[in-house]
């Protein structure tokens, strides 16, 4: 067996230390940029609900979840308007999964996120969005927002559907709902 000499273990020690070093550092950078994009850094930082209504500035509410993959993918994007936007935009989000917030997922009807109210300055709502929203569209709803005009590519609260149940008083004679009104 050879033995490596002096220089040859300092070259060999100062490699190692190196790629130690470069491997540290960018676990350290990828951490970083995940941990201010992510939705629990975001949340944290977010305008309370209360203040935001009140302040004289248009709002964008999220209702998000943190196990929901779309409020998950979303949340980079998210990150990166607030930083365009945040100077002339409250940025509220409210967890779905915080009983604390029941009483504006109840107001608001949100049956899935993530969901965003767009508000104007006085605290009105002016649409409404559900699911991933590009972030263009995002871009161009919080510039009319800001703007005052109407919102782009949104109507008053999104597209719904005319279908009305009839409803009629219960016979009493087959009231089993697998029985489909036979």
Known sequence: MQSTSSPQR????????????????????IRDQDSTSSLEFQATHAQPIDI????????????????CTSCQA????LAAVKSQFGDRVNFSMLNVDNTKWLPE??????DG??????????????????????????????????AGTALSDTASKGEVSKFTPKTVPSSGVNDDPRAHGA
């Open 10 to 29: 300092m070259r060999n020690f100062a490699i190692v230390t190196i790629a130690i070093a470069l491997v540290v550092a960018l676990v350290l950078s």
């Open 52 to 67: 935001a209504l009140t302040n004289g500035k248009p709002t964008l509410m999220e209702f998000y979840a943190n196990w």
């Open 74 to 77: 979303m949340a980079p994007d």
């Open 105 to 110: 997922v109840t107001k608001y009807r949100v």
């Open 113 to 146: 996120i993530p969901h965003f109210v767009f508000f104007d300055n006085q605290g009105k709502v002016l649409a409404e969005a559900i699911g991933e929203q590009p972030r263009q569209i995002l871009e161009s709803k919080l510039t009319d927002l800001i």
